[in-house]
């Protein structure tokens, strides 16, 4: 069974949502695994995750509990994968990448950084007789095409070429028995230390914005995927392989129903399919042994199935629900916790350290009065 891990995030309130809502917030939080939510029609509903990391939740926290074992997984040759989810303006791009790719104040660092970090520590504590290598790359997928963000390195000079060559904005997605789901022709940058892949990250992420600009779209509307492969070549010159796979997801609001019409509605339909078929491979998968793999619906989109190695298996995952804390967004932060409450359904299974009684209460059921213990309403 896929080991899942989902937790929820709330940001600090925008200077916006304070125009709006003053300082109230949708949720009250009870401790680090539940808090109770407010819905549209003040209705109280209980939620809880494997971690909820509240406004003050400082990035280093964040990447400790999600993502540190998957980075050591993969070292082990586990593949794993984080995922950020929510609606734009939540703070998915804030957790994987930090206010900038190259932000160093160890407060705000996000968990991109964090990773590339913690892969390199692990490899330089490795036996000296341990061959590792660690590559990267970066694609983005909108409207159903996958294209190359990462950089073509030269010298250790960055030259954005994979995203501004038009013939690579639609990457084929190709499965063999030895080496599993690959990219064809995508761009994997060989990075020596830390600081190179910093370049190489921010190098993408320029390209990115480069492309946006001519494609005319915002970055909310396609998924960004990072991908460090880690090699360990054996003495016998077997070859291990471990990935630690990051994705930004497009924003998951429900555009089609603000009246949006064209290009804007055609993204959303698209963006709306991806994430549902996200949800039901994540829940295919949760479903317990008895699901065979030729079952889990990889092939409904290109995000699952480029995850497809990355999800299943034996392999490792979180997901990061970012949610916005002002009533403003109650709509859409419901949403989300559905979605993470999904997700986390398989988990609330019988190896659950909770009591019979705590689990017979289901996600975001409705909550008891406030004066009722924290005991009661989980
Ligand atoms: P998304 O990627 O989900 O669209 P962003 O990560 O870009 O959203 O976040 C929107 C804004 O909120 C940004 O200005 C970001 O700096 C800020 N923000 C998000 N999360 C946090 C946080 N945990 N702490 C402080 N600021 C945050
Ligand atoms: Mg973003």
Redesign the pocket.
């Known amino acids: 069974m896929t080991n899942i891990t989902v937790c929820s995030?709330?940001?600090?309130l925008?200077s916006k949502e304070k125009r709006v809502h003053g300082d109230s917030v949708c949720i009250r939080n009870m401790d680090t695994e539940t808090f109770i939510f407010k819905d549209e029609k003040e209705e109280e509903l209980v939620f809880s995750f494997d971690r909820v990391?509240y406004?003050e939740?400082v990035?280093a926290d964040v990447y400790e509990f999600l993502a540190l074992p998957i980075v050591r997984g993969a070292v082990n040759a586990i593949n794993g994968t984080i995922i950020?989810y929510?609606?734009?303006?939540?703070?998915?791009?804030?957790?994987?990448?930090g206010?900038s790719i190259l932000e160093s104040d160890d407060l705000?660092k996000g968990l991109l950084p964090r990773v590339v970090d913690d892969l390199f520590e692990c490899v330089k504590s490795a036996d000296e007789s341990d061959k590792y290598t660690i590559k990267l790359s970066m694609v983005e997928i909108y409207m159903e095409k996958i294209r190359c963000a990462c950089p073509v390195s030269v010298f250790k000079i960055m030259i954005p070429l994979d995203l501004l060559d038009l013939t690579k904005d639609n990457i084929l997605i190709k499965e063999s028995k030895v080496q599993g789901i690959m990219l064809s022709g995508v761009t994997e940058i060989f990075i020596s230390d830390p600081a190179e892949a910093l370049q190489s990250l921010s190098g993408g992420i320029a390209n990115r914005a480069v492309g946006e600009t001519q494609m005319n779209m915002a970055?909310?509307r396609s998924h960004c995927i990072y991908i460090f492969t880690v090699q360990l070549e054996l003495p016998d010159k077997r070859v291990k392989t471990g990935k630690v796979i990051l994705v930004?997801l497009a924003?998951s609001e429900k555009v089609e129903k603000t009246g949006a019409e064209g290009k804007v509605l055609e993204e959303a339909k698209t963006i709306n399919k991806s994430l549902s078929a996200l949800g039901n491979v994540i829940n295919a998968l949760t479903c317990g042994p008895s699901t065979k793999a030729s079952h889990i619906p990889y092939r409904d989109s290109k995000l699952t199935r480029i995850l497809q190695d990355a999800l299943g298996g034996n392999s490792r995952t979180a997901l990061l629900c970012?949610c916005s804390p002002s009533p403003s967004n109650a709509a859409e932060t419901l949403s989300t916790l559905r979605f993470g409450a999904r997700a986390k359904h398989i988990k609330a299974s019988p190896t659950v350290h909770r009591s019979q009684d705590k689990l017979a209460k289901k996600q975001g059921e409705v909550a008891p009065s406030k004066d009722e213990s924290c005991d009661r309403i989980l």
């Open positions: 995030r709330f940001r600090p925008s990391f406004e939740t990035q950020t929510g609606q734009t303006g939540a703070g998915k791009t804030y957790s994987i990448e206010p705000q970055s909310s930004d924003g970012c």
